[in-house]
C-alpha cells in the first residue's frame, strides 16, 4: 500500500508502451513480438511449478488446450471473439489440469516431469487422429473480434498486438499478485520442507494441484495468444518439444520475478529468427551453441545479469525501493 | 500361424532393438541422473559412421562379416571419442548445478550434434543395407525374419548380459554400483567418483552409437534420425524404470509387445500405444516398474 | 549458395554468411533484380527431399541468370531480371515458419516465396499469404483441403503442384488398368493427415471404380518409425494383392528394404505413389513388380523434351545424379512464376507488376521440366493439373544404367482430377462425375 | 474453535499400536492427558516414543486402537487436520524452511497455522505481519536472530524456532519430540526454561520426549515410561523412577551419542 509495486508499475507502463509503439513497429517484429508474449505465459506457469520444485514437461498441453480453445470456439459456435475464446480454453484447462492434477500432485523431481510429459503426448497422439483437433494439419483460426468490435484488415494486426500485451498484462500482474501472497511463499516453502508445511495445517497435494491448475490457466491463455497470432492450431502444441521449450524459457531468464520468462521468451525467439536468417542450413546448431553457452557461463540464467547489473548500482542508492520480495 | 506367435516374435524383435537403444540412456541416468537428450545424437552419429563404413569396406571389397565389424567398431569408437568430450569439456562443469540445466545442456548438444552430422554427410540419405541382405532369412513359423534381425536380438541379450556382468561382478562394476547407490559416501571411501561419471557417459555414448550402427544396415541413415529415438527411448526407461537394466530389458519388451499388439489388432492406435502405456504405467508406478523409489526424508 | 556446386561442409557455412551479408545491411529494394524466398526441409527428416529440392532450385537459378535454360524459358532470369535467391529451412514447425515467411515479406523485402512441402506448413502459411498480399507458390504440398476449406478465395496463393489426390486416382485406374484381377488391397500410410489422406482416397477411388477389391490391413506407423517389423508380419500373414504406400523420404526406403529383405514381394505387390524415391536410393534393391508413381510424372517417368532432357543431364552434371522427384517440383514452381512474369510483361523488359503477374499465372498453361505441361486449372487458376504417368518397376538395366519401368500408362490430367469447383474426395465418392478420360 | 468439554481428557490413546513388517513399534499404549498437564515420555532409543508422537500427529496411522482429542476420534486423521484442531508437533531434527530467514519462517507459520484461510491470498510481505512474527520470536526468545537464514543459525535456535512455528497457533496440545536434543548443555536449561515459562502462561497441555532425565524430573508434571512399545510405569515423577525397570534400563542408560 506504501508504495506501488515496481514490478506492477512497470508492467502497466511497458504495456502501455508497447501499444503505442505497435503503428511504428514493423510487421515481422510485432509477429515475433506476439509469440514470443504467448510463449512466455506456458513458460510462467512453468516458473510457478519451479517455485515448489516442480519441472513440467507437459505445459504444452495447456498451450494446445488454449490455443484449440480460440479454434473450436470458431470451428464448431462460429464465434471469434477473443475474449470468449481465451475463457473457452481457460475453462477446458482448468477441467482438464483439475483431473490431471489428481494424478501428478503427489509426484515430484524427475518423475513429476515424466508424467506430465507423458500426459501431454498421449493427448499430442490422439489429436494427430481426431478430425476434431483437424489431425496434424491443424486447423485455422480467422482474424478476431473483441467483444462486438471487429477491426477492420488494416488495424487487425494492431488490435490483436494490443490484445496480446494487455492480456499478458493481465495474467503477469495477477500471477505477481500471486507469487507475492502467503500462497506464493507457501509454494517456496513446499520445496524446502513439505513435512513441515503439512504440520502446518495446509496439505501439500492440494497446493501443488491448485498450482498445477493455475500454471494450466496460464498455458492455455498462452496458446489462445499462439493461436490468434499465428491464425492457426496444430496438434504439435502439445509435442514434448514445445514443453520444453518453455522450460528452457525460464532456465534463461531465471526465476526472480514474473518479468523473467518474458524476457527469456523474446530472447528466444529473437535468437531463433536470427539463426535462421544468417544460418538457414545450420540454425539449430547456433541455437544449440547459444543454449549451451547460457548454460556454462550463466547457470542462473539472463536474468541473472539484471541481478549483477542492480547489485553494481545498489551502493550508490542509499535510500534503495522497497525489497523485492521475490528472492532469486 | 497363430497371431499371438507372431505379435510374440514381431514383439521380440522389435523389443531388442528398443533395449540397445535404450540401455545407453538408462546406464547414464542410473550413474549420473542425468537424463541425456543427446542420446539421439549419438544413435545418429553411429548410424551415419555405420553407414559410412560399410560403403568404405565395401569398396575395398571386404565380405558382409567385416564390413558390418568395421562399422560397429568404427561407430562405437567415434560415439565414445565425441561422448569423452562432451562430458569432460561440457557435463563436468555442470554437475554441481540443477538437473534440469544439465538436461537442457544435452538437449543443445543434440541440437548441435544434428547439423553436425548434416554438415558432414549432407541431406541425402545415406544407404548401407548390403550385409543385412547378405546374411539371407530364416523362417520362424510361416513367416521369414532376415537373420540380421535375429542376430539384433542376440546381441541386445549380448549387450544386457554385458552389462549385466560387469556391474555385478567385477570391481569396476562395483564402484559404479557404489556411486549410484550414494556418490558422496563412494568418494569417501576412495572409489574415483569423477572417473566412474566419465567413464559411464562414454559408455552410453557408446552403447547409443552402436544401437545406431545395428539400425544403419534397416533403413535410410537421413537427417532427423535421432528425433524419434529420443522419445522411444525415453518411454522404454521411464516405464522400466530409470537407472535400472532390467527395467529396461522389461521396458523395451513392454513397449515393443505393446506395439506389435497394436499393429495387428488395432493399427489406428500404434502410434499412441507408446505414450499410454508409458501414462498407464506411470500413474500406477510412478518409478516405473523396476526401479525402485527413494525414500522421503522427515 | 549461388554457384550450385557440390555443397561441402564449411562451403555450405561460408556461403550462408554470404548469401546472410545483405541481412545486416539495411534492406534494400533492387530494381534490378527479383528477390524469391525459397523454402525447402533444409534439416530434419525432410532434408532428404528438400535438400535436393534446394539443389535443383539452385541450378535453375543459376541456369536462368544465365540463360542457359532451353526455350521456351531461355530469357534470361524472369524476363531479363535476373533473380536473386534467399534460401529458408522449412523445417521448426508453423510457428517459426510464419515468422520466417513475415521476415523474408516484411524485412528482406522478396518480390515472391516459392517453397513448402508440408500441407500444415501451406495450410498455415495460406492465410497470412493473403494479408501480406505477396505472391507466393506452394510448390509441393498436396493436400486438396488447402483451397477447399482453408484459401478458397485466393489471390496470392498459387500452387504449382497438382494435388495429391492425383495420385491416388491415377493409381486407382492403373491398378483397374493393368492389374484388373486385384481382389485385396492393404496400406501402409504414414500416421499423420497426409497418409491418412491418401489412404482415404485411394480406398474411394478403388470403390469408385468398381474394382471389387476389398481392403484388408490399414496400417498406419509413426513418421520415422525406421523398424516395420510388426507391420511386414501383418502384411505378410494376410496378403493382399496390392499394398498401397504413400510413404516418402527416408521412411518409404526403410519400408521397401526390410520388406525385400523379408521377401514380401512374393506375395502382394507393392504400390508406392512416391516410387521413383525409393527407386533414387535403392536402386535394384527394389522389389521387381513394384507399382511406382512420382507426386506426378516426374523423375524415370518424364516424357523427353528438349526441356526435359536439359534439365536431367544438368542435374546430373552439377550434382552427379539423376534428378529426384523433388528436384522436378522445384523446378517447376519456378518455371510457373518465371511464364507467368514473362506473359504479363508482354514484350516489355521489366518485372511486371505483382498483380499483373497473378493475373497472367491464373489459369496459365506452361511447358515444366517433367515434359507435361501444368494448366493452373482449378480454384480460379490457382492450382495446377497435369497429366500423370504410373509404372511397374521391373528391374535394372545394368547398361543404361537406369530402372527399367514397364506397363507405363499416361492418365489425361483432365482424367485424374476434379472439375473445378468440386470437392476432390466428393468427387471420387461421386464416380468421377465430369472426369474426361 | 473446538470448545473444550472438561469431562474428557485433552488426548487418550486406546490399545495403540503400530508394527512395521514383522516388527512392532508400539503394543496396545493406553493413556490419557488432561488438561494442563505436562507429561514427559522417557523410555530407551527403539522403545516407541517417536512412532506415539508419530501416531498421535496424524504422521502415521495405527495398526490398532483408537486416539482422541478433547473426546473425538482422530485415528488416522491428517496432521494438516490435527494441527488445524490444535495439535501442534516439533521435531527431533528441526523441520525449517532453510532458504528462508528465522522472520520469514516465522511468518508463514503465522499465515498458514494461525491465521484464517481466506486470508491466504493476501500479501506475504506484510508489516502486520512481520511484527506479528517478530513478537512470536520474542516469546521464545529468539527475536534477535530474525534476520538470519535459518541454515545459519546455532542449533538451539533451531529447536526453538521448530516450537515456536509449531505452536504459533496457540494449539491445545504441544508434543515435542527430544527438545534439547542437539542443544549444548549450556543452553539446554535455558531453552526448557523458556518452554516451560512459555506453556504454563498459556496453560497449554505438552506431551514431550525427552533423554535428559534431569530435565523430565524438572519440567514433567508426570512421566511415562516405555519399553518395547509398551508402557511400563505412569505417574507422578518420583514415582515412575523409582520404578526398579525404569531406574535400570532407561534412567542406567547412557545418554546416546550425539545427544550431548
Excluded at chain 2, 146 to 159: E, G, K, S
Excluded at chain 3, 219 to 245: C, K, N, Q, R
Excluded at chain 3, 373 to 398: E, F, K, N, R
Aim: net charge negative; with cysteine; aromatic share 10%.
Amino acid at each position: 500500500m506504501r508504495h506501488l509495486d515496481p514490478t506492477i508499475l512497470v508492467v502497466v507502463l511497458g504495456a502501455a508502451a508497447l501499444s503505442f509503439a505497435q503503428p511504428h513497429m514493423p510487421g515481422w517484429v510485432v509477429y515475433l513480438l506476439q509469440i514470443a508474449i504467448a510463449a512466455s505465459l506456458p513458460a510462467l506457469g512453468c516458473m510457478i511449478l519451479l517455485r515448489s520444485g516442480l519441472l513440467s514437461f507437459g505445459q504444452g498441453l495447456y498451450y494446445f488446450i488454449g490455443a484449440y480453445g480460440v479454434a473450436l470456439v470458431h470451428a464448431h459456435l462460429g464465434i471469434s471473439d477473443a475474449f470468449l475464446g481465451i475463457l473457452a480454453g481457460a475453462a477446458a484447462s482448468i477441467l482438464v489440469a483439475g483431473l490431471v492434477g489428481f494424478f501428478i500432485a503427489r509426484y515430484r523431481g524427475i518423475f513429476f516431469a515424466m508424467l506430465t510429459l507423458a500426459i501431454s503426448m498421449v493427448v499430442y497422439g490422439m489429436a494427430v487422429k481426431m478430425d476434431l483437433f483437424g489431425r496434424s494439419d491443424g486447423l485455422n483460426v480467422p482474424r478476431l473480434s473483441y467483444l462486438g468490435f471487429t477491426p477492420s484488415r488494416a488495424w487487425a494486426q494492431t488490435s490483436l498486438f494490443v490484445f496480446c500485451v494487455w492480456v499478458w498484462a493481465v495474467f503477469g500482474i495477477a500471477t505477481h499478485l500471486y507469487l507475492r501472497s502467503r500462497f506464493g511463499k507457501l509454494l517456496t516453502a513446499i520445496e524446502d520442507n513439505e513435512t513441515r508445511v503439512e504440520y502446518l495445517g495446509w496439505s501439500v497435494r492440494h497446493a501443488v494441484h491448485i498450482n498445477t491448475i493455475v500454471a494450466a490457466v496460464l498455458g492455455s491463455a498462452g496458446g489462445a495468444l499462439a493461436a490468434a497470432s499465428a491464425r492457426y492450431a496444430d496438434p504439435s502444441l502439445a509435442y514434448w518439444t514445445t514443453s520444453g521449450e518453455f522450460v528452457f524459457i525460464v532456465l534463461i531468464a531465471g526465476q526472480a520475478n514474473v518479468l523473467a520468462p518474458l524476457f527469456g521468451s523474446v530472447f528466444l525467439e529473437t535468437l531463433r529468427t536470427y539463426a535462421a536468417a544468417f544460418f538457414p542450413d545450420e540454425w539449430q546448431l547456433v541455437l544449440g551453441a547459444v543454449m549451451l553457452a547460457i548454460i556454462l557461463f550463466l547457470p542462473k540464467g539472463l536474468g541473472h545479469l539484471f541481478a549483477l547489473a542492480g547489485r553494481a548500482l545498489r551502493p550508490r542508492r542509499a535510500t534503495a525501493a522497497p525489497i523485492e520480495e521475490d528472492r532469486t | 500361424m497363430n497371431l499371438a506367435l507372431i505379435i510374440l516374435v514381431d514383439g521380440i524383435s522389435y523389443a531388442g532393438w528398443l533395449f540397445l537403444v535404450g540401455i545407453g540412456l538408462t546406464l547414464v541416468f542410473g550413474v549420473l541422473r542425468l537424463v541425456n537428450i543427446a542420446h539421439g545424437g549419438f544413435y545418429a552419429i553411429g548410424a551415419y559412421v555405420a553407414a559410412y563404413a560399410i560403403g568404405a569396406a565395401a569398396s575395398y571389397g571386404l565380405g558382409a562379416g567385416p564390413q558390418l565389424l568395421l562399422a560397429f567398431a568404427g561407430a562405437v569408437v567415434v560415439g565414445g571419442l565425441i561422448g569423452f568430450l562432451v562430458e569432460r569439456t561440457v557435463l563436468v562443469r555442470l554437475y554441481d548445478h540443477p538437473e534440469v540445466l544439465v538436461l537442457f545442456a544435452t538437449y543443445a548438444l543434440f541440437l548441435i550434434l544434428e547439423d553436425v552430422t548434416k554438415l558432414v554427410w549432407g541431406g541425402a540419405s545415406l544407404y548401407a543395407f548390403q550385409p543385412r541382405n547378405a546374411f539371407g532369412t530364416v523362417a520362424i513359423g510361416s513367416l521369414s525374419y532376415p537373420v540380421y534381425d535375429v542376430a539384433t536380438v542376440v546381441i541386445a541379450v549380448l549387450v544386457a548380459l554385458g552389462t549385466w556382468f560387469v556391474l555385478n561382478r567385477t570391481r569396476t562394476g562395483r564402484c559404479v554400483t557404489a556411486v549410484v547407490h550414494d556418490r558422496e559416501m563412494s568418494a569417501a571411501m576412495g572409489v574415483n567418483v569423477s572417473a566412474i561419471m566419465t567413464g559411464t557417459f562414454v559408455v552410453g555414448s557408446m552403447l547409443g552409437a552402436l544401437a545406431g550402427a545395428v539400425t544403419a544396415p534397416k533403413i535410410a541413415v537421413s537427417p532427423g534420425i535421432g528425433v524419434e529415438v529420443i522419445v522411444l527411448a525415453f518411454a522404454v526407461v521411464v516405464i522400466g524404470g530409470l537407472g535400472s537394466i532390467g527395467g529396461a530389458v522389461v521396458g523395451a519388451l513392454v513397449v515393443g509387445l505393446a506395439r506389435a499388439f497394436a499393429t495387428h489388432l488395432f493399427p489406428d492406435l500404434a502410434v499412441f500405444a507408446v505414450y499410454a502405456v508409458m501414462a498407464v504405467v506411470l500413474a500406477i508406478r510412478p518409478y516405473g516398474l523396476f526401479a525402485r523409489p527413494v525414500a522421503r526424508k522427515i | 549458395m549461388t554457384t550450385a556446386t557440390h555443397r561441402r561442409p564449411l562451403a555450405g557455412l561460408c556461403a550462408a554468411c554470404v548469401a546472410a551479408a545483405p541481412l545486416l545491411a539495411a534492406p534494400a529494394m533492387a530494381a534490378d533484380s527479383v528477390k524469391i524466398g525459397f523454402v525447402y526441409f533444409l534439416s530434419g527428416a525432410g532434408a532428404a527431399y528438400g535438400s535436393h529440392a534446394r539443389d535443383a532450385a539452385a541450378l535453375m537459378v543459376d541456369a536462368l541468370n544465365a540463360g542457359e535454360v532451353p526455350a521456351p524459358y531461355d530469357t534470361v532470369g524472369i524476363n531479363g531480371v535476373e533473380i536473386e535467391p534467399i534460401y529458408i529451412d522449412e523445417a521448426g514447425g508453423v510457428r517459426k515458419q510464419i515468422a520466417e515467411y513475415r521476415r523474408l515479406v516484411e524485412r528482406e523485402g522478396v518480390d515472391m516465396v516459392l517453397g513448402y512441402t508440408s500441407s500444415s506448413n501451406c495450410n498455415a502459411i495460406a492465410p497470412i499469404v493473403e494479408e501480406l498480399e505477396t505472391l507466393t507458390n506452394f510448390f509441393h504440398c498436396g493436400n486438396p483441403g488447402l483451397f477447399e476449406e482453408v484459401e478458397p478465395d485466393p489471390h496470392y496463393t498459387f500452387r504449382s503442384a497438382p494435388m495429391g489426390t492425383m495420385d491416388q486416382v491415377a493409381l486407382a485406374r492403373y491398378i483397374a488398368d493393368v492389374y484388373p484381377d486385384t481382389k485385396t488391397v492393404s496400406g501402409v500410410n504414414q500416421d499423420y493427415s497426409w497418409g491418412q489422406d491418401n489412404w482415404a482416397e485411394f480406398t474411394a477411388a478403388m470403390d469408385a471404380l468398381d474394382t471389387g477389391a476389398t481392403f484388408k490391413n490399414a496400417l498406419f506407423p509413426s513418421l520415422g518409425a525406421g523398424d516395420y517389423g510388426s507391420e511386414i508380419s501383418a502384411l505378410a500373414s494376410d496378403p493382399a494383392d496390392i499394398t498401397f504406400v504413400s510413404f516418402w523420404g527416408g521412411d518409404a526406403d526403410a519400408l521397401m528394404l526390410q520388406s525385400a529383405a523379408r521377401g514380401l514381394g512374393d506375395s502382394t505387390r507393392f504400390a508406392f505413389t512416391l516410387g521413383t524415391g525409393v527407386i533414387d536410393g535403392l536402386g535394384n534393391n527394389v522389389i521387381e513388380g513394384t507399382i511406382v508413381g512420382a507426386r506426378g510424372p516426374n523423375s524415370y517417368l518424364a516424357k523427353e523434351t528438349a526441356l526435359s532432357s536439359w534439365f536431367a543431364d544438368a542435374y546430373q552434371e552439377t550434382y552427379d545424379r539423376y534428378p529426384p522427384l523433388g528436384a522436378y517440383v522445384a523446378a517447376q514452381g519456378i518455371l510457373a512464376i518465371k511464364a507467368a512474369a514473362e506473359k504479363a510483361a508482354d514484350g516489355t523488359g521489366a518485372l511486371p507488376e505483382t498483380d499483373a503477374i497473378i493475373a497472367a499465372l491464373e489459369g496459365l498453361t506452361y511447358e515444366t521440366v517433367n515434359g507435361y505441361p501444368i494448366s493452373m486449372a482449378l480454384h480460379h487458376g490457382h492450382q495446377g493439373i497435369s497429366d500423370t504417368v504410373y509404372g511397374t518397376y521391373t528391374g535394372w538395366d545394368d547398361e543404361a544404367n537406369a530402372p527399367v519401368i514397364e506397363d507405363v500408362k499416361t492418365y489425361d490430367a483432365k482424367c485424374v482430377n476434379p472439375p473445378e469447383g468440386v470437392k476432390a474426395l466428393d468427387w471420387i465418392e461421386s464416380g468421377f462425375e465430369g472426369a474426361s478420360c | 474453535m473446538t470448545r473444550s468439554r472438561p469431562a474428557a481428557p485433552v488426548l487418550e490413546c486406546r490399545g495403540v499400536a503400530k508394527s512395521f513388517g514383522g516388527f512392532a513399534a508400539a503394543n496396545a499404549i493406553d493413556l490419557a492427558v488432561s488438561e494442563g498437564e505436562v507429561v514427559g515420555v522417557i523410555g530407551s532409543n527403539g522403545a516407541g516414543k517417536t512412532t506415539l508422537l508419530n501416531i498421535v500427529s496424524g504422521h502415521l496411522k495405527p495398526t490398532k486402537g483408537k486416539v482422541f482429542f478433547r473426546g473425538e476420534d482422530v485415528t488416522g486423521v491428517p496432521s494438516r487436520t490435527l494441527a488445524r484442531k490444535g495439535i501442534a508437533r516439533s521435531f527431533q531434527v528441526p523441520q525449517l524452511f532453510p532458504t528462508l530467514s528465522a522472520l520469514e519462517n516465522m511468518m508463514l507459520a503465522l499465515s498458514l497455522v494461525a491465521a484464517p484461510r481466506k486470508s491466504i491470498l493476501s500479501r506475504f510481505d506484510d508489516a502486520d505481519l512481520a511484527t506479528a512474527a517478530r513478537d512470536a520470536l520474542d516469546h521464545y526468545g529468539i527475536a534477535d536472530c530474525a534476520d538470519s537464514l535459518v541454515s545459519e543459525l546455532p542449533q538451539g535456535v533451531r529447536k526453538l524456532l521448530d516450537i515456536a512455528m509449531a505452536t504459533s497457533a496457540e494449539p491445545d496440545l504441544v508434543l515435542l519430540d527430544e527438545p534439547t536434543s542437539g542443544v549444548s548443555s549450556e543452553e539446554k536449561s535455558d531453552v526448557m526454561q523458556r518452554l516451560a515459562d512459555r506453556f504454563a502462561a498459556t496453560g497449554t497441555t505438552v506431551v514431550f520426549i525427552e533423554h535428559d532425565m534431569d530435565i523430565v524430573r524438572r519440567y514433567a508434571s508426570r512421566v511415562v515410561a516405555l519399553t518395547d512399545g509398551s508402557v511400563i510405569a505412569d505417574g507422578p515423577p518420583e514415582e515412575v523412577f523409582a520404578h526398579a525397570t525404569v531406574a535400570d534400563v532407561i534412567v542406567g542408560e547412557p545418554l546416546p551419542e550425539g545427544d550431548a
